[in-house]
């Protein structure tokens, strides 16, 4: 450290009787040194850096305080507006009994981050980007950013979903540009079956008032027949194992199996039509053809389909010829399946080099048409 000599001149103790601005320092390449008892407390660098308990200060002004020692405060009259406590933490308004997290930050008041919070225990006001949250050991990251629109949601950079600032309803992405492997989805309607809705209370209390009985599923049982809706969380450090469940998938799940329904329904109401139409022709005296009586076609499940379809049908015994044509929209003949099982069967339908779009397929028994409907190929 280098030293240097100080010549008092006019100045004194006391105190000085200026005319104009006067100067305590050094005139040469030598640092200005404050010391009491022969001790060093403070220092002014000769390249103007303030040091408050180290000699080395590498800031404009660099306080370094002894263990246990608080480095800063700052009143305002009687009131601490301002402290770094020996936690390393720092306290903001608050009073020296209330101590901040170690290294953390403690305000006592409304918090603004990019304009002023008024009546918001905390408001941020932002631009191109919002409020982002990062896992400090995976790096994944939410971000919540409010536009127009409405309040949206980031995950890992990549649009996730929406709150509407009308509704608040929230919309989930599902563009088409954004999914690949698209299939349709296989019959549900057995499976949804097996679910057991059932009423519970949850076992924890989450506030002071009694719990409440919900309806709803159990997350385990509802993994066994529809896995994709079941996600298993496990966190060691906060002592978690737990499962949760997209309810909403249940929406698609109940479409699905309504248009089976409506599926068997189709079915139930042709056999019923063909049932009366056998009872009038009977109480009439009349004939009617046999090979009429409980024929049906399903509708091909999936539909639209990428690979393959199945196509279910039902024909008398005493059919003797069950044709299946596909044919395009223009009625030309693309496939021919000739003597198919009476009775029960079910004719599979392949892409194969098939291109893209919509097919005519036409159950024929004995050589009559009896049902067609729409199939989509879409890969």
Not at 18 to 29: D, H, S, Y
Not at 141 to 165: I, K, M, Q, V
Request: glycine share 10%; charged share 15%; net charge negative.
């Amino acid at each position: 450290m280098g030293t240097c000599n100080l010549q008092a001149q006019n100045w004194l103790v006391g105190g000085n009787n200026l005319a104009a601005n006067g100067k305590l320092g050094t005139n040469t390449n030598f640092n200005l040194i404050f010391e009491t008892k022969n001790v060093d407390h403070g220092i002014l660098t000769k390249d103007g850096l303030w040091g408050f308990g180290t000699n080395a200060p590498t800031a404009k002004a660099h306080i370094k305080s002894a263990t246990g020692q608080s480095p800063l405060k700052v009143h305002v009259n009687t009131s601490l507006k301002l402290m770094v406590h020996p936690n390393g933490g720092l306290s903001v308004a608050n009073s020296a009994s209330v101590i901040p997290p170690d290294n953390g930050f403690l305000v006592a008041g409304n918090t603004g981050i990019g304009g002023v919070p008024g009546s918001y225990k905390a408001k941020i006001i932002h631009g191109t980007f919002g409020l982002n949250l990062e896992n400090t050991t995976t790096k994944d990251d939410w971000e919540f950013w409010t536009n127009s629109g409405g309040l949206s949601l980031y995950a890992n950079g990549s649009f996730r979903g929406n709150f509407n600032p009308t509704t608040g309803a929230y919309t989930a992405i599902s563009d088409e540009r954004e999914k690949t492997n698209i299939q349709g989805m296989p019959s549900v309607l057995e499976r949804i079956n097996q679910l057991k809705p059932a009423t519970y209370q949850l076992t924890e209390k989450t506030s002071d008032k009694e719990n409440t009985e919900s309806y709803g599923f159990l997350a385990q049982q509802v993994m066994e027949v529809f896995p994709h809706l079941v996600t298993h969380h496990v966190d060691g450090e906060r002592g978690m194992d737990t499962y949760s469940m997209d309810y909403s998938g249940f929406g698609v799940l109940a479409i699905k199996a309504i248009q089976e329904l409506e599926q068997h329904i189709a079915i139930m109401e042709t056999r019923i039509a063909q049932l009366e139409e056998a009872l009038e022709a009977s109480a009439n005296g009349k004939n009617l053809l046999p090979s009429r009586i409980g024929i049906w076609q399903m509708n091909n499940a999936p539909n639209p389909f990428g690979q393959s379809t199945v196509i279910k049908y039902n024909t008398p015994e005493q059919a003797q010829q069950i044709t299946m044509l596909i044919t395009n929209l223009q009625g030309i003949e693309i496939r021919r399946f000739d003597n198919l099982t009476v009775g029960q069967g079910q004719v599979e339908i392949t892409a194969g080099s098939l291109p893209n779009g919509t097919y005519i397929y036409t159950l024929v028994v004995d050589g009559k048409p009896i049902a067609s409907e729409k199939m989509i190929l879409n890969r």
